[in-house]
DNA sequence: GTAATATATTTAGTATGCTAAATATATTAC
DNA sequence: GTAATATATTTAGCATACTAAATATATTAC
């Protein structure tokens, strides 16, 4: 069981996944976000301002605690505010500030670095391979 | 950017480790174990006894801190216990208990059936090269 | 032998992420 | 209109995981 296949391809997406985070992390905290704290703010650049949390945890694929605060420490670094629904008081729709639309271009050109770094020594046919390979377990899992 | 094949990739990978982390996560509860923990135990299991701390920060890749408070919450949980070395005072060894011993056939249980889930429908010859590719990428990034 | 440096671990404080339970508001059933 | 149910968010408490700083012990340099 130890070296087989199987377990080493579950071992091996575990370490890169792990180390990917890792050193995105770090390029994260030049901007003064954590890892995460991006995908989050990528929802309201892509025209979702206004966003309630419940759409936010769709979106994250992560639990509605979760999102409380994430959002309660981006609000306190001055990158979103929130604002009560006026129709359904239960609702709390989020917003970006100036400085929260400003992180898209840097945020972006991180993404890309750490892109081209994970995929430097594929070649563009394996890409695809790769790609379709992936989606395939994707789909398995859910 | 936005669709392009390498920002679908490195999505992909981070939602694939996502739910598998979760799902697995889920499956650790029924054992009394955190994911995460697994890995140590499992450092343990292959003959590892009186390993120090160090030696567990480098199998798992992480810092110091983070294997001092899952060594702290396995101890409390009676799956394995500490003892300080005689020649050096700075280090501590960690020794499984019998109860700790007694989960590697379930542990190693739910790997396979997460494994299982996991390459379902990717056909042998395609996981051989699943592997070459993420490899390659786990060397790119490293 | 003492001072400076290195190593191993812990503490404090931050984050994401979870579950279970509490709270507040809306909707539905009667 | 009131009671029961559903929905959105928060709180409390747990985990992994991080950095920075503190602590304790060893080793090295002199």
């Known amino acids: 069981m130890k070296n ?3 377990c080493d391809i ?3 997406l575990d370490r890169i996944s792990a180390k990917m985070r890792r050193d995105y992390s770090e390029a994260l905290r030049e901007l003064n976000l954590y ?3 991006d ?3 990528s929802r309201l650049w892509l025209g979702g301002d206004g966003v309630t ?3 936010l945890c769709e979106y994250l694929k992560c639990e509605p605690p979760t999102v409380t605060n994430m959002v309660r420490s981006l609000e306190q670094n001055g ?3 929130r604002i009560k629904d006026k129709d359904d008081a239960r609702i ?3 917003f970006l500030t100036e400085r929260g639309r400003e992180l898209e271009a840097p945020v972006t050109l991180k993404w890309e670095q750490q892109q ?3 995929l430097h020594s594929i070649l563009p046919n394996d890409r695809s391979l790769l790609r379709k390979l992936l989606k395939q377990m994707e789909n398995d899992l859910f």
């Open 4 to 6: 087989n296949l199987e």
């Open 10 to 12: 579950r071992q091996t």
């Open 35 to 37: 890892v995460g704290q």
């Open 39 to 41: 995908n989050l703010l």
């Open 53 to 55: 949390q419940m759409q």
């Open 79 to 81: 990158f979103i505010y």
């Open 92 to 94: 709390m729709r989020i």
């Open 116 to 118: 081209k770094k994970l």
